[in-house]
């Protein structure tokens, strides 16, 4: 399982994602223009010592969640790139999990515009269920420097992540994204939760 790809999201600075169309996502259930757009989104293979990096903006907020950003991973060998720079296949799956950042960095982004326009409730980190699951397990809060003297000179962000390759999750999307552009998933979830239950049977 070596150079797996690993896919992460993130709301934008006012608590939107893009790619949906569904209430509490931050904007109006019924904007579907919303599913043609991909910001926040990124996907990429590992190089050969395990390592990769996206570069993004600091993820906003949305009400009942702290900061976060969800990653998976799709051993290679499981999926194939699509035209639009999407991919098909993923159903092998041995990796879902989400990100979070300390406490006093997000107050300082939030102090910044846009993210102080964002009027939804903040959810702190220690009042966040799902980042209390999986601190349980695990670190899941990132390191990082500031590459200036403030937040708004640009955040460097590392962590590193162990992942079981024998493991494999079910996980259902909320959209596609085809050439025509994108389209809800009737039978997905909503904008962001919790991780996904691992799949029957699997290790």
């Known amino acids: 399982h070596a150079n797996p790809l690993l896919p ?4 934008n600075a006012t608590g939107v994602y893009s790619g949906v169309s569904a209430s509490g996502n931050g904007d109006s259930a019924t904007d579907t223009s919303n599913l043609n757009a991909t910001y926040g989104r990124g ?8 390592v990769l990096q996206f570069q993004s ?33 993923g159903g092998s799956t041995a990796h879902v999990g989400q990100l979070f950042f300390d406490q006093d960095l997000i107050y ?8 102080s326009e964002n009027g939804q409730t903040l959810t702190l980190n220690a ?4 980042m209390e699951g999986e601190a349980g397990e695990v670190d899941p809060v990132v390191e990082y420097v500031l590459l200036g ?9 590392w962590i590193a992540v162990g992942i079981d390759p024998t493991a494999n999750y079910t996980v259902t999307p909320a959209a596609y994204y085809s050439a025509d552009g994108g389209y809800a998933n009737a039978d997905g979830p909503g904008a962001g939760g919790a991780p996904p239950s691992e799949a029957s049977g699997s290790a």
């Not at 009400?63 to 990653?71: K, Q, V, W």
Request: proline content about 6%.
């Open 8 to 11: 992460h999201r993130h709301c």
């Open 43 to 50: 996907i990429q293979a590992t190089d050969s010592d395990g």
């Open 57 to 89: 903006i600091f993820p906003g907020h949305y009400t009942g969640r702290t900061t976060h950003i969800h990653i998976a991973a799709h051993p290679a060998g499981t999926w194939s790139l699509l035209p639009n720079g999407t991919i098909s296949g």
């Open 108 to 115: 300082a982004v939030e102090a910044e515009a846009p993210y």
């Open 127 to 130: 009042e966040d269920g799902i």
């Open 149 to 157: 003297d403030e937040v708004k000179d640009g955040i460097f962000s």
